[in-house]
């Protein structure tokens, strides 16, 4: 891979330029780094899947665990999932835009290698402007793990993103530093309890 292409933008108002080469980037099959409302995250579109084993094998993360899912509203949650039942919904109501990652039922749509071996998928819908205008643009959610190595913590700056993934992805947002080192929430509410699968930014208070 060449030499990654740096792209300064700005989070809460993205520049269009920024986004249509995002756009670009991601829907022939490239990666991008780019920050979000956690951390910053590297993205592949969902239904590329030499993409997302490239994005495997850059991240070395095993074959059995899938990547959580980014997508910009319900309508896209709905071509995710095979149900939502009624604490995932209370869930959903309280916490979505936001910092949680919900574990639903994966639709039986939804291609081999984006579901778990449980037939689960994690699903996430973010808040900030600059992830919702990616998303948006591309018409389909992302598969966008955190940007870091295994066993590293993620990147909260363009530096530290740059540093780990500059030659490895095809395109870097230097949205600058975020202001928290937390991921987000991770709950799988498929019995009805809510499971904490992971500790992140949002406390919950169901």
Request: glycine content about 8%.
């Amino acid at each position: 891979m060449s030499r990654t292409k740096v792209i300064k933008v700005c989070r809460d108002f993205p520049e269009w330029n920024a986004i249509r080469f995002a756009r670009s980037v991601l829907l022939s099959g490239g990666l991008i780094c780019f920050p979000t409302d956690t951390t910053y995250g590297v993205a592949a579109i969902i239904y590329s899947h030499s993409a997302i084993e490239k994005l495997r094998r850059i991240k070395r993360r095993a074959q059995k665990k899938p990547f959580l899912i980014l997508a910009s509203d319900m309508g896209m949650v709905g071509e995710l999932v095979e149900g939502i039942n009624r604490t995932q919904k209370r869930l959903i109501d309280l916490y979505w835009p936001g910092p949680l990652t919900i574990v639903f039922s994966a639709s039986r749509r939804l291609p081999s290698y984006l579901r778990s071996p449980w037939g689960t998928v994690a699903v996430r819908v973010p808040k900030d402007a600059l992830s919702q205008a990616i998303i948006r643009a591309c018409g389909m959610p992302l598969v966008a793990p955190s940007a870091n190595l295994k066993g590293e913590r993620p990147a909260l700056s363009f530096e530290e993103a740059f540093e780990i993934f500059d030659g490895l992805v095809d395109l870097i947002l230097d949205g600058g530093t975020l202001e928290s080192s937390l991921p987000s929430t991770i709950v799988d509410a498929r019995s009805g309890i809510v499971r904490v699968l992971r500790k992140g930014r949002l406390a919950l208070a169901t």
